[in-house]
């Protein structure tokens, strides 16, 4: 048995089926097909699990277009708020379902996207808020959102060019946030539904959270379909990995300034970045809040910012250097955000020498993104 070294990411691949199972059922008794986010979480090494249970992988870009379309397989789909000239081509030749973000992308880009031979998508802005973490910060509907048309422009768009009609509006969402979004489209965009074949609902169906009611979402995906006789799409992402996996960390020193203090080898903002954006407080296994162990600590990374601060947490004994801590529910999104969040290629390296000269000193491309993702 592998003493694994810290820190680690850990996924359990009998938990990921099991949230595998629960995506299954949905696609068996509705019809519709479901999709990996991958923003949300792109580990090769367990595609051809995942392959089983889903119809396909849903990319933000480029590299995780091609990602999808050489580790996973199935359907590739691909939404991206901006599209480069470059980007469009090379995605026709991995994606069948490109997704574009407005009126504009779409007349720009969309006959060479249909001369490819793919499908299209627009993503229109429902005005529906329900994102359940974060705030403003994770709602796509938030005021001024730069995701999608809005209904008043709607008139704008060629429709004879969409296909898909997508929306996405949900974040770590229960099953009322997921009904009262296919509700609320069924309602509100009829007149635009009758225009295309197939509705995305998108991702932040958190599917299997505990309290997910599972067929309340089965039973308004049915009654969409009974009502529009339309193809539907789900794209969650963190619902099909949630509590699938752990941070694994080491505790490095202690420390004491008015209270007592660990330093880990995990960090706040090099694996754990949403402890500090959204922020959050990260579950740590047989730990309680402060002072309700006996042991109380201050928990911050090995970097030199004040700010990478876990957070403080008592526990039964008091801390070693060595003792391991155990970051659960950290499959979704955490890994992704450390290695290259949504596939954006990394920002080369350049210096301009005193003779004027522009030197580039990287080349980070797809191949720099693909080996950080593990075999
Ligand atoms: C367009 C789109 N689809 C799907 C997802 C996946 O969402 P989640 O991981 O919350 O299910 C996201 C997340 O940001 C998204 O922006």
Known sequence: MLDLPTPS???DAARLRSNLETADRIRRTTGCKILLATKAFALPALFPMMRDFLDGTTASGEYEARLGAECFGKEVHVYSPAYTEGEIDRLTGLAQHIYFNSAEQLARF???ARAAGGQLGLRVNP????ATLGGALYDPCAPGSRFGEVRSQLDKVDWDQVDIFHVHALCESLASGSVGLIEHVSDQFSP???KVTTVNFGGGHFL???GYDVDALITAIRRFQDRFGLEVVLEPGAGLVVDTGELHASVLALHWNEEALAILDASASTHMPDVLEVPYRPVILDAAGPGEKLHTYCL???TCMTGDIIGTYSFDAPLQPGDRLIFTDQMHYSFVKTQTFNGTPLAN???RWEDGQVELLSDFGYDSFRQRLGR
Request: net charge positive; glycine share 18%.
């Open 9 to 11: 990411f850990i996924i």
């Open 349 to 351: 390296l350049a210096v």
């Open 192 to 194: 635009w539904l009758d």
């Open 110 to 112: 969309g006959d060479r």
């Open 300 to 302: 911050g990374g090995k």
């Open 127 to 130: 005005g529906y808020s329900n």
């Open 208 to 210: 299997n959270k505990p």
